[in-house]
């Protein structure tokens, strides 16, 4: 079965770093753009940061020049360096990434998520 999980959340202070990671397993022929979005309490899910598969990158204005995106197409992952983390970082991150299983068509996946707070 086609899934994405993700790894690496957790609980850090203020000004500190954390690296999330999202794999992908199961038949999948390729896997085409990636992504990392969030979802604080009572706030609509937004995207964080998107990564094509020649490796463009797309970042919210909010973590511009504190996170990096990338990814391995080897090892079918993407993962989230990000560093000074603020309070107003704290939310579910969640992995996207568009795959193509073998036998079927491209479409969007999504992980369960991974919680990271920051606290102040």
């Known amino acids: 079965q086609v899934q994405l999980v993700e790894s690496g959340g957790g609980l850090v202070q203020s000004g500190g770093s954390l690296r999330l990671s999202c794999a992908a397993s199961g038949s999948i022929d390729s896997i085409n753009g990636m992504g990392w979005y969030r979802q604080a309490p009572g706030k609509q899910r937004e995207l964080v940061a998107t990564i094509t598969s020649g490796g463009s990158t797309n970042y919210a204005d909010s973590v511009k020049g504190r996170f990096t995106i990338s990814r391995d197409n080897a090892k079918k992952s993407v993962y989230l360096q990000m560093n000074s983390l603020k309070p107003e970082d704290t939310a579910v991150y969640y992995c996207?990434?568009?795959?193509?299983?073998?036998?079927?068509?491209?479409?969007?996946?999504w992980g369960k998520g991974t919680l990271v707070t920051v606290s102040s």
């Open positions: 996207n990434a568009v795959l193509r299983p073998t036998y079927d068509v491209p479409r969007p996946y």
